[in-house]
């Protein structure tokens, strides 16, 4: 089997490249290593140093694909706000070239990375497919957007399409640069340089952490199931979700709050369509993942 990996150098991009490779596939990444690292890509892939955002410059690679999984993005909700058009033109516009390179390549299918931050805020937990998104931020609205392109595709082009909606990822290779990342990694990078661990708001936001290894193992299962390929929307989640109170906690060290942000209350992902679709469910808990995420942290030496 032939594979493309679009963020194939990012975090999840990459762990899914690893376990493509030892499944046999033969792989090809596209990144512009933006926000990915050289450090992250497999040597056993075929890397392409492109731009999603020119369709030319990666139409040719598609050619003789088999299975497109795509990653590529700007997935940041406080840059989308900051940079609306920036983020919109990659996350789009970068969107539908990759689609349109995979229908005219003839690819078997395509599996789409979405995102639970079309859900918004919900007052109703567990979050399911079917109820109506409400994103708060242009990232939660360029992933949605993304969503019903690829539904598109599968209906007017008959190129079979499926995405997953991603809970709060984690795990080795997360990322720790930029103007925002993740809670965890925000934490785990603040208690190596010997700060605070800032808390924003009063912490008792909970948030569906979902390890990596998980949402690999996702893909992996849609690109391959029989039940998809219509343009499904799928939840990929833990199924439980914990404060960011108890993530600081978990991690250790002094905290302290600071200003709130507008961003959703809780997440927590209904995993019923993923099991009964995928024959996915979860398999690293919490403390499993964030340990493996701690031993990949102090192994790197690109982070100080």
Not at 14 to 37: F, P, Y
Not at 54 to 63: A, D, G, S, V, Y
Not at 107 to 123: F, I, P, T
Not at 248 to 267: C, L, M
Request: hydrophobic letters at 40%; glycine letters at 8%.
């Amino acid at each position: 089997m032939k594979s493309l990996v679009t963020g194939g150098a990012g975090f999840i991009g990459s762990n899914c490249v690893d376990a493509l490779i030892d499944k046999g596939h033969e792989v090809i990444i596209i990144d512009n290593l933006s926000t990915g690292k050289k450090e992250n890509i497999n040597s056993k892939a075929k890397f392409i140093e492109a731009d999603i955002t020119n369709l030319e410059e990666i139409k040719p690679h598609f050619e003789g694909v088999d299975y497109v999984f795509h990653f590529a993005a700007l997935p940041r909700v406080q840059v989308s706000i900051e940079d609306p058009i920036s983020t919109h033109n990659i996350n789009i516009n970068g969107t539908l070239n990759v689609l349109l390179a995979a229908r005219d390549a003839k690819v078997k299918r395509l599996v789409y990375s979405a995102s639970s931050s079309a859900y918004g805020d919900n007052d109703q937990m567990p979050l399911q497919e079917d109820f109506l998104p409400a994103p708060m931020s242009p990232y939660g609205l360029h992933k949605y957007v993304g969503e019903h392109y690829a539904r598109l595709f599968s209906l007017l082009y008959g190129l079979e399409t499926v995405s997953l909606r991603y809970f709060n990822a984690y795990g080795p290779r997360m990322a720790f640069e930029g103007s925002y990342f993740t809670v965890v990694a925000t934490f785990l990078l603040q208690k190596k340089q010997g700060k605070i661990l800032t808390i924003v708001g009063d912490g008792n936001q909970t948030r569906d952490f979902t390890y990596v290894g998980d949402i690999v193992n996702a893909n992996i299962a849609a690109a391959t199931s029989t039940k998809v390929g219509k343009g499904e929307v799928i939840n990929i989640g833990a199924g439980k979700n914990y404060s960011v109170n108890e993530i600081a906690k978990r991690i250790g060290g002094e905290t302290t709050n600071i200003d709130p942000r507008i961003e959703p209350k809780d997440t927590l992902a209904d995993n019923t369509k993923a099991k009964e679709l995928l024959d996915w469910q979860p398999e690293v808990d919490l403390d499993e993942g964030l340990k493996n995420s701690i031993d990949w942290f102090d192994s790197v030496d690109y982070i100080n």
